[in-house]
């Protein structure tokens, strides 16, 4: 089978400001990655390029074999968590059917396939039993696992999370990465994370990104490389201290 992802040698500059330098990465099926790096360090930028949304100054984007306009309707993306965004009256259903209007012609109604794909996506992450709640009644965790599940109603072959962890408590953040240790056994998920704590717990393969990507092919990563990407001592970086911040004091 074909690379899920493979990057290679990826620029990009905003405004002449670099950002990705000579990125290369491949990702195979049932690979879980998570990609660390301080604030600013490109993560974002990254995601977005794998998923065409972006076009690099310079290299080559395959997803899934194919150019991502093409293939990226075969990804389950998960934005940044905002909780502002959630205050409009929608129901959990609501939210998970939401992800097959893709699939959809303009104003063509959801079918019975769309409420089985919905269902079945509930079910996976557990939530099934509140799907008639409103999503701005929900605790972080919960409504991560009902943003998850919107993005498995298309059955997609890779999941690509951006800091999945913002918002959930941490009693509940082991459930949440159990959720993905499952899912993981039939698809594979790259992970932008600062939650260096699951990171060693959880994942199989880490990259530090900092403009210039630190690939590592497995969990395995010393404090001398976290220190070379964050540019802080790894004491600092353990304790949440963004990258930024550390420059201005
Ligand atoms: N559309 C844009 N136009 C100009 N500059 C941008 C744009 N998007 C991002 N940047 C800048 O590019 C750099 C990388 O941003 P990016 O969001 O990819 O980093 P990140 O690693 O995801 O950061 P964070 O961890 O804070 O979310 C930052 O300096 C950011 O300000």
Request: proline residues 14%; negative net charge.
């Given at each position: 089978m074909e690379n899920v992802i493979d990057l290679k040698d990826i620029w990009v500059s905003y405004d002449g400001v670099r950002v990705l330098e000579s990125v290369n990465l491949v990702v195979k099926d049932k690979d879980f990655l998570a990609i660390i790096g301080p604030n600013g360090g490109g993560k974002s930028t990254l995601l977005k390029v794998i998923l065409g949304l972006i076009k690099p100054d310079k290299g080559s984007v395959s997803l899934l074999g194919g150019m991502p306009a093409k293939t990226r309707r075969y990804v389950g993306y998960v934005p940044q968590y905002h909780s502002s965004n959630l205050d409009f009256p929608v129901t959990v259903w609501d939210v998970v059917l939401m992800g097959r209007l893709n699939t959809k012609r303009p104003l063509q109604r959801y079918n019975d396939d769309d409420r089985n794909a919905a269902t079945e996506a509930l079910k996976t992450v557990g939530m099934l039993d509140l799907k008639d709640r409103q999503i701005g009644e929900l605790s972080g965790g919960q409504k991560q696992r009902v943003f998850i599940a919107r993005s498995l109603v298309n059955k997609p072959k890779l999941l690509l999370l951006d800091?999945?962890?913002?918002?959930?408590?941490s009693r509940m953040q082991k459930e949440f990465y159990e959720l993905l240790n499952k899912l993981k056994s039939e698809i594979a998920i790259v992970m932008v994370t600062h939650d260096l704590s699951a990171v060693s717990v959880y994942v199989d393969k880490i990259g530090c990104l900092n403009r210039k990507f630190h690939y590592h092919d497995d969990k395995e990563i010393s404090s001398h490389d976290l220190e070379v990407s964050y540019q802080c001592p790894v004491e600092l970086i353990a304790h949440g201290v963004p990258h930024r911040v550390l420059k201005e004091h």
């Open positions: 800091e999945p962890s913002t918002g959930i408590d």
